[in-house]
């Protein structure tokens, strides 16, 4: 791992954080496709008030900035647990642990406690969104080229063939080993993230930090309020292209959105294909929503819902959300309507340049 040490940077209070905030999340996909996945930088800036990191890890771009208490301990430690989840949970890398699930033919292996954590939760979710969310999807996003980058659209017979090998109930775990079939592949690229936010933001509250912000490229998990006693402003990534749709005031909580706009390609036939996947039919996942962001206090659940309800649709995540509780949300339709749910009505606000969309709030 290499380190640049930075001149000391006197971050100011309160505004400063929001900026690296609506910054990161409208990077997008872009700054992260410019690096291979096995690069790591590591840029730390260290004051006496503020200690702030952005590291390259999980396929893409990590800041972390934290305020009070052993602040550089708390970004140390959760530096190196960022790494080491990224070592036991890449679909790419040989020596992780999926990549060897996914390779052994079937037989069992031994995985982590994280890893053991990680599998459970996803496939809780995989029941409780009825196959929304499937961690086996893998193979199918492999054949339409979303991991390579060697893009192409298969064909129906490819498809049908291929989801009848994603089954998540015929994932396995027992005493630290877990089983798939040989020809499933298992992938959490659609909850790793969030699950990482709820690890690196219990490091900061275990450490006495009482600001931090922590942004895993466009997942962005809030300890406590901004330095100045204020809500957190997180702007939330437009799908109409560069820039934020709206901002969202909030304090400890995650904030995670998924959107076809991420990663996808432009077929032949001109349409956009992209890689959030409908398990029912193997396809890009077509029901009307353009963007899902969800709010909780468990990264994890926000995570997986934010990939779940872009799958479901209006209708259906709607349903979800009135009857579980935990979350609230931000819906996009390809209508250009804005959905919100009740909690959010006071604290998210669009943006000049979105005032012409209707926004409606959904009640329980
Ligand atoms: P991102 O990680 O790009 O912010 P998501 O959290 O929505 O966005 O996760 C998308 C990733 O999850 C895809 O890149 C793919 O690896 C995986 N995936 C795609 N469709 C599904 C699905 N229906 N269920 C589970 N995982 C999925
Ligand atoms: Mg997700």
Known sequence: MKKHKLLPVKIKHGFAPVLAAVALLSAGCNRQSQMAPSTVQSIKTET???SSVSIFAMDTIITMEAYGGE??????EAESLLYKLDGLWSVTDENSEIYKANHSQGAATAISEETEQLVTFALKMAEETDGALNPGIYPVLKAWGLTTKQYRIPKEAELTDLLSYTDYRKIQMKNGDLSIPAEMEIDFGAVAKGYA?????DIMREHGVTSAIINLGGNVSLVGSSPDGQPWTVGIRSPYGEGNIGTLEASDCHIITSGGYERYFIGEDGKTYWHILDPE???PADKGLISVTIVGKEG?????LSTAMFVMGKDDAEAYWKSHE?????LVTEDNEIYLTEGLEESFRLNEASQRIPVKVIRR
């Not at 994890?300 to 997986?304: I, S």
């Not at 935990?326 to 931000?330: A, D, L, Q, S, V």
């Open 197 to 201: 936010g709820d690890l690196t933001a």
């Open 281 to 283: 039919n193997g396809k």
């Open 48 to 50: 006496e008030e503020t």
């Open 71 to 76: 602040e550089n301990a708390a970004i140390g």
């Open 326 to 330: 935990g979350f609230e949300m931000i």
């Open 300 to 304: 994890r659940l926000c995570d997986a």
